[in-house]
């Protein structure tokens, strides 16, 4: 099993910057990716972003369209963390943002392939 917490979220500008991160801890070695999703108020949950966990991957990333040149997914498998960097956030970026990992390949924008899901942060983007 594998245990994943978030932080980082709150209240932000528009066109300001947050920084997420997600603690893993457990069989952090049995993974293969981390991604972030986000799930606004009577939407579906969204793919926002993934990246290779183990060091041997190399840091490989994959954004969704809406997120790419804003957002930048990274990893520090020392102190087994992920983290999600935001900048010139908007409105429509307001959602809760959740961190998720899976040990299997697949479709990395399907929430399905994951099997570990963290408790979620907010994140509002307000004037």
């Known amino acids: 099993q594998v245990q994943l917490v978030e932080s980082g979220g709150g209240l932000v500008q528009p066109g300001g910057s947050l920084n997420l991160s997600c603690a893993a801890s457990?069989?952090?070695?049995?993974?293969?990716?981390m991604a972030w999703f986000r799930q606004a108020p009577g939407q579906e949950r969204e793919f926002v972003g993934r990246i290779a966990w183990p060091t041997w991957n190399g840091d490989r990333t994959f954004y969704a369209d809406s997120v790419k040149g804003r957002f930048t997914v990274s990893r520090d498998n020392a102190k087994n963390t992920g983290y999600l960097q935001m900048n010139a956030l908007k409105p429509e970026d307001t959602a809760i943002y959740y961190c998720?990992?899976?040990?299997?390949?697949?479709?990395?924008?399907?929430?399905?392939?994951?099997?570990?899901w963290g408790q979620g942060t907010q994140v509002t983007v307000s004037s």
């Open positions: 457990g069989r952090t070695f049995s993974l293969l990716s």
């Open positions: 998720a990992g899976t040990p299997r390949t697949g479709n990395y924008m399907y929430t399905e392939l994951y099997n570990y």
